[in-house]
C-alpha cells in the first residue's frame, strides 16, 4: 500500500472516529422519549458575531443591537415572514367590524394581552404602552419619529386599554416598530438624554 493510500486511510478513520462522536453527544443531550419536561427558570446564553453599538432601543441602530433589542422587549403587534400581522402584546388585532377602529380611522382602541409581567415581575399596564410612545412624541426622538407618524396622542383608558389618536388614518400601524418599555424603570430618565445614554445604568427589563 503506497503513502498515499495510507493517509487517505487515516484521514477517513479519523473522520469517522470525530463524525460518531459528535452523534454520540448529541444523543447524549436529547431527551429520551418519555422523559420529565424541562424544569422551568436557568440561564439562556447566545452567542453574537458583533457587539450591538447601544442597548437602549432609543439608539441602537446595528444589525446586533435589534437582534438583542428584539429578544428582550415586544410590541403591540408583530409580523411574520409572510407579512402577515399578529399581536405580541396586544390582546388580539383591532378593526372596525370588532369595534377597535374607529369609523373614521382616527382612533384605534388596543386592549392589552392580561397577566403579562416585565422580567422584574411588575405587571405590564396600559400606562407602559402609553408611556412607550408619548415619550418618542413628546420629545422628538429621532428614531421613531416615522414610525409614530401621524399618532397625536395616546392614552390609557383602564389597565388594559389603550387609546390611539391619530390626525390621518395611519394605514401602516399594525407594523409600527416601537419598543414597549417599562415605564417605572424608563420614566426615571430625563427624556432629554434618552438618545445621549449609550452605556445604560439600568437594567434591562423587558
Do not use: C
Amino acid at each position: 500500500m503506497g503513502k498515499r493510500a495510507r493517509d487517505m486511510r487515516t484521514a477517513a478513520v479519523v473522520l469517522l472516529a470525530s463524525a460518531i462522536a459528535v452523534l454520540g453527544a448529541l444523543a447524549a443531550a436529547t431527551p429520551a422519549a418519555g422523559s420529565a419536561s424541562p424544569s422551568a427558570g436557568g440561564t439562556l446564553r447566545i452567542g453574537w458575531t458583533a457587539d450591538p453599538d447601544s442597548l437602549s432601543p432609543f439608539i441602537g441602530v446595528e444589525t446586533s443591537a435589534f437582534e438583542v433589542l428584539n429578544l428582550t422587549y415586544d410590541r403591540l403587534f408583530g409580523f411574520g415572514i409572510d407579512g402577515k400581522p399578529f399581536p405580541q402584546l396586544a390582546a388580539g388585532l383591532p378593526t372596525k367590524e370588532n369595534g377597535g377602529i374607529s369609523e373614521d380611522g382616527l382612533t384605534w382602541k388596543v386592549k392589552i394581552r392580561p397577566g403579562v409581567r416585565w422580567h422584574d415581575g411588575e405587571p405590564l399596564t396600559a400606562e407602559d404602552v402609553a408611556f412607550s410612545y408619548n415619550v418618542i412624541i413628546d420629545n422628538g426622538l429621532t428614531t421613531y419619529l416615522q414610525a409614530v407618524k401621524d399618532i397625536e396622542r395616546v392614552e390609557a383608558v383602564d389597565e388594559t386599554t389603550v387609546r390611539f389618536t391619530m390626525s390621518a388614518p395611519k394605514a401602516d400601524m399594525l407594523y409600527v416598530i416601537v419598543y414597549v418599555i417599562p415605564e417605572h424603570i424608563w420614566g426615571k430618565i430625563k427624556p432629554s438624554t434618552l438618545e445621549r445614554k449609550y452605556e445604560l445604568d439600568l437594567p434591562i427589563v423587558g
